[in-house]
């Protein structure tokens, strides 16, 4: 089946400070790849779309300087949290799909506390 | 703006009681899915409904779709504890997923 990783699994980092999460499709070629925010006990919500060689799309109220999507290949995508603060602290989960629409492969969530 | 609502957003059930869980979505779509979230984790993928009337069944877990309703239900049979976990649904349109509320579901002995 489709796997999706993503590193690190949990990051803690000082409020100010940038922080890089990868998103990897390890055995198919992702063309769209979605970030998801999820703050506890509370649902997803999609921050962005991203494909491959071309600038994510954000959803509104999503601050695409803050939040930068890198995807420059068909297997990876990254999102950087740039200068963050305690509030950006949140479960993010990417997920990737394989060029039909009728499926999405989520990946296993990473952890992020911002101190 | 697309809604997608679930309720009851908390249910606790007794094991061996059936219940089900509702999902409403605000625009057309004819793909509605299911996930699992445990604790702490990602998401587990339960169930894919791609056409008006569309039923699909695994263990205890039966969903079906309603597109005229704009209606998912997720039905429990006979719950037992291991299926205490957090059930979304989340509408497709276009590339793109809508999650819902959420329902926080406990099975107590």
């Known amino acids: 089946g489709a796997v999706v990783s993503q590193h690190p699994s949990r990051v803690i980092c000082k409020s100010g400070t940038s922080v890089k999460i990868e998103c990897r499709s390890l055995d198919f070629q992702a063309t769209t790849m979605f970030w998801y925010r999820q703050f506890p006990k509370q649902s997803l919500m999609l921050m962005a779309t991203?494909?491959?060689?071309?600038?994510?799309?954000?959803e509104q109220g999503v601050e695409k300087d803050k939040f930068l999507i890198n995807h420059a290949s068909l297997t990876l995508s990254t999102l950087t949290v740039t200068s963050a603060h305690p509030e950006d602290s949140s479960f993010y989960i990417c997920s990737a799909d394989t060029g039909t629409i009728y499926e999405q492969y989520f990946g296993p969530g990473t952890r992020l506390t911002v101190t | 703006e697309l809604k997608v609502e679930q309720n009851p957003l908390f249910l606790s059930m007794q094991e061996e009681k059936n219940y089900t869980i509702y999902c409403n979505y605000s625009t057309t779509s004819d793909r509605l899915y299911w996930y699992r979230q445990d604790p702490g984790k990602s998401l587990e993928s339960l169930f894919v409904?791609?056409?008006?009337?569309a039923v699909k069944q695994e263990g205890r877990l039966m969903a079906s779709l309603d597109t005229k309703a704009r209606l998912s239900t997720l039905h429990i049979t006979a719950a037992v504890h291991d299926l205490s976990a957090t059930y979304f649904c989340a509408v497709g349109t276009g590339n793109q997923f809508y999650f819902g509320t959420g329902t926080s579901l406990t099975v107590i002995p």
């Open positions: 409904l791609l056409s008006n009337g």
């Open positions: 991203s494909n491959e060689g071309s600038k994510a799309t954000y």
